[in-house]
Nanobody
Framework: VQLQASGGGLVQTGGSLRLSCAAA????????MGWFRQAPGKEREIVAA????????YYTDSVKGRFTISKDIAKGAVYLQMNSLTPEDTAVYYC??????????????????WGQGTLVTVSS
C-alpha cells in the first residue's frame, strides 16, 4: 500500500478535522501531492494540492481560507487541516501522489498513486 488516508469522521457544522495521508517516504519526498473529494452523486474534484517541498499550494475556491494542506517530508505524510466545515464539505476524501514534483497539480490524470479514501460527514 503506497498511500493511507485517515482522520475522517462525523463533525458538526463549524467544526474541524485533520486528515492525514501516510505515504511511502520516497513518494512524499519526491512527488507533488493532492487531496480530492467526491460527494454523493457528484464527480470527484480537487480540493487542495502541494508541490514536492511545500512551496507551492493550490486550493479550490470553496475551501480557501478554511483548509490548509501541508507536508511533513521527514514523516512521509501529507495533511489537510479543515476548519469551519459545512455540510457541503461532506464527501469521501482521497489523497493522491502525482508523477511530477514541481507544481501543485489540479488535474486527476497527473496523479499516479491514490489512497483508499476517508469519509467526512458534516452535520447541520
Amino acid at each position: 500500500v503506497q498511500l493511507q488516508a485517515s482522520g475522517g469522521g462525523l463533525v458538526q457544522t463549524g467544526g474541524s478535522l485533520r486528515l492525514s495521508c501516510a505515504a511511502a517516504r520516497r513518494i512524499s519526498s519526491n512527488n507533488a501531492m493532492g487531496w480530492f473529494r467526491q460527494a454523493p452523486g457528484k464527480e470527484r474534484e480537487i480540493v487542495a494540492a502541494i508541490n514536492w517541498n511545500g512551496g507551492v499550494t493550490y486550493y479550490t475556491d470553496s475551501v480557501k481560507g478554511r483548509f490548509t494542506i501541508s507536508k511533513d517530508i521527514a514523516k512521509g505524510a501529507v495533511y489537510l487541516q479543515m476548519n469551519s466545515l459545512t455540510p457541503e464539505d461532506t464527501a469521501v476524501y482521497y489523497c493522491a501522489a502525482a508523477l511530477g514534483s514541481g507544481g501543485a497539480y489540479t488535474e486527476e490524470n497527473k496523479y499516479r498513486y491514490w489512497g483508499q479514501g476517508t469519509l467526512v460527514t458534516v452535520s447541520s
